[in-house]
């Protein structure tokens, strides 16, 4: 069983940046893929950005891309997520999510990640 836990959240000013963190553990945890969606209230979770672990490729949404950047820590399982610049409209829960098999789907999709954290509020102020 992998059990994800984020950090790191909290309330920044616009312009203002955050680092989030999602330590992974587990029996036998192994990991393809991480990622970090977020929700928004009255709103479906969105896909943020992806890093495929072993080749270090990254994905992101097109709202954040130039602002945010993720990155992993082999050693310690844990993934993180550098926010600059952020927008009030960037206010949401954000979950850090794992897939732990390889596929050729999409990183975006909700659907192809199989274990995911509780959540950590971000709410930026204008």
């Known amino acids: 069983q992998v059990h994800l836990v984020e950090s790191g959240g909290g309330l920044v000013q616009a312009g203002g940046s955050l680092r989030l963190s999602c330590a992974a553990s587990?029996?036998?945890?192994?990991?393809?893929?991480m990622g970090w969606f977020r929700q928004a209230p009255g709103k479906e979770r969105e896909f943020v950005a992806a890093i495929v672990w072993n080749t270090n490729i990254v994905y992101y949404s097109d709202s954040v891309k130039g602002r945010f950047t993720i990155s992993r820590d082999n050693a310690k399982t844990t993934v993180y997520l550098q926010m600059n610049s952020l927008k009030p409209e960037d206010t949401a829960v954000y979950y850090c999510?794992?897939?732990?098999?390889?596929?050729?789907?999409?990183?975006?999709?909700?659907?192809?990640?199989?274990?995911w954290g509780q959540g950590t509020q971000v709410t930026v102020s204008s």
């Open positions: 587990g029996r036998t945890f192994s990991r393809y893929a």
């Open positions: 999510a794992a897939r732990s098999t390889y596929f050729t789907g999409s990183y975006s999709l909700v659907k192809e990640y199989d274990a």
